[in-house]
């Protein structure tokens, strides 16, 4: 028989076995796992499978090894090779076949895409509050980033979490397997009862529901009292984030003129009067963006305004723990003086211990706190219970009061050195509060196209437009001073803010 005859009638190999056949050179390659490296068999396994992949010496349909056969090869029980596999096959390297194997993975071609060109006018509408919170996001140095709400994390003390995690995870799985309460996890909640005590505002347990976040917390109090076409006053500025959240919601948005020891009264007076508003969402003490506090007349006035009008306040004190205490400076809580009647209390720990933990809670009356846990309920279920046992732990062992009182120092350290800088540079602050992470400053040009220049260089600044609900042109930025230790941003800034003010 001829050997074209004989090949037409041999049976023709499979595609797979033609690619297992390929693969086994790669497989027989692998270099014998090392012991006491510091890197586990099973990351060695996981680590030499994705290089041989990368290089092409696996492709894409070749069949593992089976689990025995890797075993017995290289030397290691069979759990290390299932566990090296499950850990492939959950990043997307490899696909487990049922009856068949383990088989490497098809994966599909990175698709970048480039940015679209912007002109001038498209950029300028891209400039609001969606803009600010995305770019928060953007992977810059922080020390880039003086337009950003959080601290730098070299300013926070990760191995407090994370030895609260570990402390945490050693705790009985069951715990961790199944939602937690609506209301939030309860020791953390009685822990917060004790910390509202030191502030002279009396919550039980009861009238406590944990958040994710102050935002949640927020989001959950405007749904339950608001609908379209409802009025609510801000403070003018504020927290830019709060004008999306309440725009969606379809509620019309009025600014109050803050002033260095808060609200303009006679303006709240008149326009409480005339908009008959539902809440009113204010920073008494340390106010975003200009760092000011709360005078005790003041919030003696904007309470008897509350209840003449008949509206709620919504106190936001998620800087609560910057401030040194009224012991040292004047700091007055609306909550205080009114125990929670009239006044929804919000608090958090994303600006002093970690913004990826998302723990925070709202404190209100026993009826409402109830009905905001339904909503809550309805809206997410519960909160994650870890992150609220993890604030639990720091909370109640003490190692907090520790790093916060760490936290105001290094601000007390920058605050006046920035203060000086910017001063130099032709900046004007004309407000500068002794305790917070901001300051209001005046650039004395548009600070719109000042953060369109940082943004070109990289930097993110927070143009004082979007703290405003008119979101009018402004002079004004917020400037977070733990993010104003590159000299490179002040040299932009000296630069920048000169251009623009036509001092050059």
């Known amino acids: 028989m001829t050997n074209t005859v004989r090949a037409a009638h041999e049976p023709k190999e499979s595609d797979t076995a033609v690619r297992r056949r390929r693969s086994a050179p790669a497989l027989a390659s692998v270099a014998a796992l090392a012991r006491g490296t510091g890197e586990s ?13 990368a290089d092409k010496l696996l492709r894409a349909g070749a069949r593992m090894p089976s689990i025995r056969q890797f075993a017995e090869s290289h030397g290691v029980s069979r759990f290390t090779v299932v566990e090296a596999y499950d850990r492939l096959v959950a990043q997307g390297v490899l696909e487990s076949r049922r009856g068949s194997g383990f088989f490497v993975r098809e994966l599909a071609p990175l698709q970048r895409v480039r940015p679209k060109a912007q002109t001038g006018n498209e950029r300028q509408q891209t400039l609001d509050v969606v803009w600010l919170v995305r770019n928060m996001f953007r992977q810059n140095p922080p020390e880039q980033m003086p337009g950003t709400g959080v601290l730098p994390n070299t300013w926070l003390d ?7 995690l570990r402390a945490v995870s050693r705790q009985s799985g069951n715990l961790l397997l199944q939602y937690g309460t609506p209301q939030g996890f309860l020791p953390l909640r009685q822990q917060l009862q004790l910390k509202l005590a030191e502030l002279e505002i009396a919550a039980t347990p009861e009238q406590l529901v944990t958040t994710a976040g102050v935002t949640q917390g927020l989001d959950l109090v405007a749904r339950h009292f608001l609908q379209p076409g409802d009025t609510v006053f801000v403070d003018d500025p504020a927290w830019f984030h709060m004008f999306g959240l309440l725009f969606t ?6 600014g109050i003129q803050r002033m260095a020891d808060g609200p303009d009264i006679a303006q709240l007076q008149e326009l409480a009067a005339l908009h008959k508003p539902k809440l009113y969402v204010t920073n008494s003490v340390l106010h975003n963006p200009t760092s000011t506090s709360l005078s005790a007349a003041k919030a003696f006035q904007v309470l008897k305004i509350a209840e003449q009008h008949d509206f709620h306040i919504v106190e936001d004190d998620i800087y609560c723990d910057m401030h040194p205490g009224s012991a040292v400076q004047p700091a007055t809580r609306i909550a205080a003086l009114d125990q929670l009647q009239r006044v929804i209390y919000l608090g958090g720990f994303s600006k002093t211990l970690a913004a990826n933990l998302r723990v925070g809670f709202i404190a209100a009356t026993p009826e409402l706190a109830t009905r905001l846990a339904d909503r809550k309920m309805l809206a997410s279920l519960t909160t994650p219970e870890i992150g609220e046992r993890v604030v639990y732990k720091i909370l109640s062992e003490g190692h907090y009061r520790k790093h916060v009182d760490r936290l105001r120092a290094r601000l007390d350290a920058v605050r006046d050195r920035t203060v000086r800088q910017l001063e130099r540079i032709g900046m004007r602050i004309d407000i500068a509060a002794p305790a917070g992470m901001f300051l209001w400053a005046d650039a004395g040009c548009d600070t719109n196209m000042l953060a369109e220049a940082g943004m070109a260089q990289g930097i993110l600044l927070a143009p004082g437009c979007l703290f405003s609900p008119n979101q009018l042109p402004s002079t004004r930025t917020r400037i977070n001073i733990g993010a104003m230790s590159d000299p490179a941003v002040l040299k932009f800034l000296e630069r920048e803010v000169n251009r623009l003010s036509g001092k050059r």
């Open 158 to 164: 990760g191995d407090l979490i994370t030895n609260a």
């Open 249 to 254: 919601l379809g509620a019309k948005v009025i």
């Open 41 to 53: 068999l099973v990351e060695q396994i996981v680590h030499t499978v994705q290089v041989r992949i």
